[in-house]
């Protein structure tokens, strides 16, 4: 069956790099996502990577995947007191015309950023 | 263009009573879903649309239905609801099935 799990809470300094990890169950994942909530809203897109691919990088975002050890890792650079919020990662199998994408969540790693 | 729309923003239930939750998209989206949010985990999937007049169950169904008479309208009910219902339940849509979805703000839901 699917599981993703999430560290519970990370704390930063402000300038620092925050790591942020998950491990996924399914080997069959076509996609991995990192999702960013913020206090009171709704889950904000932040980055994907392909399942055949190692890394993506996107502007402060490295997105790392070892699927060998179904492991996903999100380093954010220069990590800013907005950055402060509740990140979540997500796996999908084979999104479809007929079933749509449904997404499987870990249960979110708090990070806070101090000054 | 306001996205993704959830009315109400909060609800307080007793058990038993009856309500709908309504989602809206402004963004022509085929693709709908709706998720429920609880302490400590990520979000399940409850049922999901891939079109105007459709649905299909998610990963948690039970003790809820869904319609999609309109495609920009998505609406769950809650037929006899149940402590266990209490939760935060978000609406997503996206354009396609390999494409993002886009949250609504989530509605908090309490039953007492």
């Known amino acids: 069956g699917e599981d993703v799990e999430q560290s519970l809470f990370l704390s930063v300094r402000e300038g620092d790099s925050s790591v942020i990890n998950c491990t996924y169950t399914?080997?069959?994942?076509?996609?991995l996502y990192w999702y960013k909530q913020e206090p009171g809203a709704g889950l904000q897109l932040l980055t994907y990577i392909f399942s055949n691919m190692d890394m993506k990088q996107d502007q402060r975002l490295t997105v790392l995947l070892n699927k060998k050890d179904k492991h996903l890792s999100l380093r954010i650079a220069d990590t800013q007191t907005g950055d402060s919020a509740i990140y979540f990662c997500?796996?999908?199998?084979?999104?479809?015309?007929?079933?749509?994408?449904?997404?499987?969540f870990g249960g979110g790693t708090r990070v806070l950023v101090k000054p | 263009n306001a996205g993704v729309t959830q009315t109400p923003k909060f609800r307080v239930l007793k058990t038993g009573q009856s309500m709908t939750l309504l989602c809206a998209q402004d963004?022509?989206?085929?693709?709908m879903y709706w998720y429920r949010q609880d302490p400590g985990m990520g979000l399940r999937l409850i049922h999901y649309?891939?079109?105007?007049?459709?649905?299909a169950k998610g990963e948690v169904p039970d003790g809820y239905n869904v319609s999609r008479l309109k495609k920009q309208n998505f609406l769950l009910g809650l037929e006899s609801a149940a402590p266990s219902q209490t939760s935060v339940y978000f609406c997503a849509s996206s354009k396609g099935e390999e494409y993002e979805q886009y949250f609504g703000p989530g509605t908090r839901l309490t039953v007492t």
């Open positions: 649309s891939v079109g105007e007049g459709t649905t």
């Open positions: 399914d080997s069959s994942s076509t996609y």
């Open positions: 997500a796996e999908s199998i084979t999104p479809s015309k007929a079933a749509g994408n449904k997404l499987t």
């Open positions: 963004m022509n989206h085929e693709y």
